[in-house]
Each structure stands twice: as structure tokens, then as C-alpha cells.
């Protein structure tokens, strides 16, 4: 199974500690595309080894190749919106998770789209029990 992952980058990296765990714990489930989201190296600068059209050529071809989006959405990012859209557009089952003492609220275009299941959490199990049931729906 290919599971593409997605978190803030340019909007602010205050989130990494999740990205890591969801990422190594998504890949007990398959492959994630996206593993480079979690590394420390990569700040609110974004990629520097990649100009912006690779990234967003690349990035669409994970995307379009992917059985599962999943994203964490805490930290408002204009691209991790932009990549719900599209994984809706492509049929890919989506799932936000949203930590509830985030000092940012969920966008209504997310929390409001019934083709996307979002789930708040505001620990590690809670967000592995999300994930756990998300994945044995799609699987």
C-alpha cells in the first residue's frame, strides 16, 4: 500500500514531532511517500535541492500513484490544502487529523467536506486509533 503523507512545511514546521511518529508508524502499514516531510533538515524554508516546479511535479506523481491520504492539519499550509483537493479529485480516501488545543482553527472547507473524514486527537493513541481505523476501512 502507498500512503501519502502530509503536513506543513512553508506554513510552519511546530508539528514535526507528529510527522515522525505518524510517518514511522504508517510505514508498520505500507509505504509512505512522503517520509521526507519528518526530517529535521527540512525547515519553514522549504526544499533546497529542488526548485519549486520538481517539487510540485514530483509531488503530484506520488499523489496520483497513492492508495491512502493522510495528513496532519494543525499548522495551516496552503499546499497540504491544496493536496486534500486534489487526492479528493482523485478518489484517494482521506484522512485529517487535527490536534484539539492547536492554536489555529480547521478550516470549514476541510472539517465540512464529507468526502474527507477528520478526527481530532489530542494524544498519540488517539491518533493511532484514527489511523488503525482508517487504514482497516480502505483495506
Not at 34 to 53: F, M, S, V, Y
Not at 63 to 90: C, K, M, N, T
Request: proline residues 1%; glycine residues 6%.
Amino acid at each position: 500500500m502507498k500512503i501519502y503523507f502530509a503536513g506543513s512545511i512553508r506554513g510552519g514546521r511546530s508539528y514535526i514531532k507528529f510527522y515522525k511518529d505518524i510517518i514511522q508508524y504508517l510505514n508498520t502499514y505500507g509505504t509512505v511517500l512522503t517520509e521526507h516531510i519528518a526530517q529535521n533538515d527540512l525547515t519553514n524554508a522549504g526544499e533546497t535541492l529542488l526548485n519549486d516546479n520538481q517539487i510540485f511535479n514530483r509531488d503530484i506523481s506520488w499523489l496520483r500513484s497513492s492508495d491512502l491520504f493522510i495528513s496532519e492539519v494543525s499548522s495551516p499550509s496552503l499546499g497540504v490544502g491544496y493536496e486534500i483537493g486534489l487526492a479528493e479529485q482523485y478518489n484517494i480516501p482521506i484522512l485529517c487529523l487535527y490536534k484539539e488545543q492547536s492554536t489555529f482553527s480547521l478550516s470549514a472547507m476541510v472539517s465540512g467536506n464529507q468526502n474527507i473524514l477528520c478526527k481530532n486527537y489530542t494524544n498519540w493513541v488517539d491518533i493511532k486509533m484514527h489511523i488503525d481505523s482508517f487504514i482497516n476501512i480502505y483495506t
